[in-house]
Nanobody, 122 residues
Protein backbone atom coordinates (compact mmCIF):
# COMPACT_ATOMS: atom_id res chain seq x y z
CA UNK A 1 0.00 0.00 0.00
CA UNK A 2 1.27 3.45 -0.91
CA UNK A 3 2.04 5.52 2.15
CA UNK A 4 3.35 9.06 2.33
CA UNK A 5 4.52 10.59 5.59
CA UNK A 6 5.12 14.31 6.06
CA UNK A 7 7.30 15.76 8.79
CA UNK A 8 9.03 19.00 9.69
CA UNK A 9 6.08 21.19 10.53
CA UNK A 10 5.97 23.37 13.60
CA UNK A 11 5.66 26.85 15.00
CA UNK A 12 7.84 29.57 13.51
CA UNK A 13 7.94 33.35 13.65
CA UNK A 14 7.29 35.47 10.57
CA UNK A 15 10.40 35.60 8.45
CA UNK A 16 11.57 32.23 9.69
CA UNK A 17 12.18 28.98 7.82
CA UNK A 18 11.08 25.39 7.92
CA UNK A 19 11.87 22.35 5.83
CA UNK A 20 9.14 19.83 5.27
CA UNK A 21 9.89 16.26 4.28
CA UNK A 22 7.74 13.76 2.44
CA UNK A 23 8.90 10.18 2.77
CA UNK A 24 7.42 7.11 1.17
CA UNK A 25 7.12 3.53 2.25
CA UNK A 26 6.28 0.51 0.14
CA UNK A 27 6.94 2.31 -3.14
CA UNK A 28 9.57 4.37 -4.93
CA UNK A 29 8.92 8.08 -5.11
CA UNK A 30 11.07 8.71 -8.14
CA UNK A 31 8.46 7.17 -10.43
CA UNK A 32 5.90 9.80 -9.40
CA UNK A 33 5.41 13.50 -9.66
CA UNK A 34 5.19 14.87 -6.14
CA UNK A 35 3.15 17.82 -5.06
CA UNK A 36 2.82 19.87 -1.92
CA UNK A 37 -0.58 21.25 -0.98
CA UNK A 38 -1.84 23.21 1.97
CA UNK A 39 -5.16 23.81 3.62
CA UNK A 40 -5.91 26.60 6.04
CA UNK A 41 -8.97 26.53 8.31
CA UNK A 42 -12.12 27.32 6.37
CA UNK A 43 -10.33 27.30 3.02
CA UNK A 44 -10.00 24.86 0.17
CA UNK A 45 -6.88 22.80 -0.29
CA UNK A 46 -4.52 24.60 -2.64
CA UNK A 47 -1.49 23.55 -4.61
CA UNK A 48 1.82 24.96 -3.43
CA UNK A 49 4.44 23.27 -5.56
CA UNK A 50 5.12 20.25 -7.72
CA UNK A 51 8.20 18.44 -8.98
CA UNK A 52 8.31 16.19 -12.00
CA UNK A 53 9.70 12.68 -11.91
CA UNK A 54 10.87 12.79 -15.51
CA UNK A 55 13.06 15.88 -15.65
CA UNK A 56 12.91 17.40 -12.18
CA UNK A 57 11.07 20.45 -13.44
CA UNK A 58 9.24 22.40 -10.78
CA UNK A 59 6.37 24.81 -10.47
CA UNK A 60 5.09 27.00 -7.69
CA UNK A 61 2.03 28.90 -6.69
CA UNK A 62 2.47 32.65 -7.15
CA UNK A 63 2.06 33.16 -3.42
CA UNK A 64 5.22 31.17 -2.62
CA UNK A 65 7.46 31.86 -5.62
CA UNK A 66 10.90 33.01 -4.54
CA UNK A 67 10.35 31.80 -0.98
CA UNK A 68 9.71 28.05 -1.24
CA UNK A 69 11.86 25.44 -2.97
CA UNK A 70 10.85 21.89 -3.75
CA UNK A 71 13.48 19.22 -4.26
CA UNK A 72 13.77 15.49 -4.36
CA UNK A 73 16.36 13.07 -3.03
CA UNK A 74 15.72 9.83 -4.83
CA UNK A 75 18.48 8.03 -2.97
CA UNK A 76 16.58 8.61 0.27
CA UNK A 77 13.13 8.33 -1.31
CA UNK A 78 12.21 11.75 0.04
CA UNK A 79 10.90 15.04 -1.33
CA UNK A 80 11.50 18.29 0.52
CA UNK A 81 9.82 21.67 0.67
CA UNK A 82 12.17 24.36 1.93
CA UNK A 83 10.12 27.31 3.14
CA UNK A 84 11.86 30.62 3.76
CA UNK A 85 10.60 34.09 4.65
CA UNK A 86 7.45 32.58 6.09
CA UNK A 87 4.40 34.78 6.45
CA UNK A 88 1.36 34.62 8.68
CA UNK A 89 -0.73 33.55 5.69
CA UNK A 90 1.43 30.46 5.18
CA UNK A 91 -0.19 28.94 8.25
CA UNK A 92 -1.91 25.72 7.19
CA UNK A 93 -1.75 21.97 7.24
CA UNK A 94 0.69 20.93 4.53
CA UNK A 95 0.21 17.71 2.60
CA UNK A 96 2.35 15.90 0.10
CA UNK A 97 0.80 13.88 -2.68
CA UNK A 98 1.96 11.53 -5.41
CA UNK A 99 0.60 11.22 -8.90
CA UNK A 100 1.65 10.31 -12.41
CA UNK A 101 1.48 13.97 -13.43
CA UNK A 102 1.50 17.35 -11.72
CA UNK A 103 -2.24 17.87 -11.93
CA UNK A 104 -3.70 21.24 -11.04
CA UNK A 105 -6.66 20.04 -9.01
CA UNK A 106 -6.16 18.33 -5.68
CA UNK A 107 -8.93 15.89 -6.54
CA UNK A 108 -6.81 14.54 -9.39
CA UNK A 109 -4.04 13.23 -7.15
CA UNK A 110 -3.94 9.58 -6.23
CA UNK A 111 -1.97 9.31 -3.00
CA UNK A 112 -1.82 11.57 0.05
CA UNK A 113 0.00 11.88 3.31
CA UNK A 114 -1.67 12.70 6.61
CA UNK A 115 -0.41 16.28 6.72
CA UNK A 116 1.83 18.32 8.98
CA UNK A 117 0.86 21.56 10.69
CA UNK A 118 2.77 24.75 9.94
CA UNK A 119 1.97 27.72 12.13
CA UNK A 120 3.52 31.12 11.51
CA UNK A 121 2.95 33.39 14.46
CA UNK A 122 4.70 36.09 16.42
Amino acid sequence: QVQLVESGGGLVQPGGSLRLSCAASEFTLDYYDIGWFRQAPGKEREGVSCISSSDGSTNYADSVKGRFTISRDNANNTVYLQMNSLKLEDTAVYYCAANLICAIGADQWDYWGQGTQVTVSS
